[in-house]
């Protein structure tokens, strides 16, 4: 069974920087994609960035050349590196997993970014 916990949200000034931490069991080390979504208060949920397990990274425009996501692929743990914080990065943030063509959810993490 595949579970995936997240940490690192929690209260930052706009500008400011925080990290969060996707930790998955039950998944394996073969190929698998892992990555983040967020739903912002009254929004849909939106992509924010992908790695595969070769690497391979993708980021939504509006956090390209602030957010940054790496992988350990020994622990099975994702990384987003969140800089440059504004209040619109608020939202819940969302751990998922793509493994064999089924698709792992996180329970999510609450970031608040202040003014």
């Known amino acids: 069974q595949v579970q995936l916990l997240e940490s690192g949200g929690g209260l930052v000034q706009a500008g400011g920087s925080l990290r969060l931490s996707c930790a998955a069991s039950?998944?394996?080390?073969?190929?698998?994609?892992m990555g983040w979504y967020r739903r912002a208060p009254g929004k849909e949920r939106e992509f924010v960035a992908l790695?595969?397990?070769?690497?391979?990274?993708n980021y939504a425009d509006d956090v390209k050349g602030r957010f940054t996501i790496a992988r350990d692929n020994a622990k099975i743990t994702v990384y987003l590196q969140m800089t440059s914080l504004k209040p619109d990065d608020t939202a819940i943030y969302f751990c998922?997993?793509?493994?064999?063509?089924?698709?792992?959810w996180g329970q999510g993490t609450q970031v608040t970014v202040s003014s």
């Open positions: 998922y997993a793509v493994k064999d063509a089924s698709l792992y």
């Open positions: 039950g998944i394996g080390l073969s190929r698998n994609i």
């Open positions: 790695v595969s397990s070769e690497g391979t990274t």
